[in-house]
């Protein structure tokens, strides 16, 4: 019984996220999850980000190492300092649930 109503939480999400008209965020927080699990949920309007999902391991870093910033388009726009430790992130949210979204909406 709880398998099946997982899958259909499962299918309910995937049908919000494949038919969002923009850059559409949903959030669920722990105390909102049933496992106490967070999950996010994104849909891009831009049309070139779509299905990416890219994996960066954890990493300890030097004093002084500096971390090259590019866009999505691969623009450059410098260097900023590297903290000591990085975090473990696939897509936008790290090893521990911390994750990172943002919305096309200008208001």
């Given at each position: ?42 849909c ?5 980000s ?58």
């Amino acid at each position: 019984q709880i398998q099946k109503m997982e899958s259909s939480k499962f299918v309910i999400l995937m049908a919000i996220f494949l038919t969002c008209q923009g850059g559409t965020s949903f959030l669920i927080t722990r105390g909102a999850s049933a496992d106490n699990s967070t999950q996010v949920t994104y849909c891009p309007d831009s049309g070139y980000s779509l299905g990416r999902m890219i994996f960066t391991p954890s990493a300890d870093h030097k004093d002084g190492e500096m971390k090259k910033i590019y866009g999505y388009r691969g623009k450059y726009y410098g260097e900023i300092p590297q903290v000591s430790h990085t975090y473990k992130v696939i897509g936008f949210m790290n090893e521990n649930q911390v994750s990172i979204v943002e919305s096309t909406f200008p208001g």
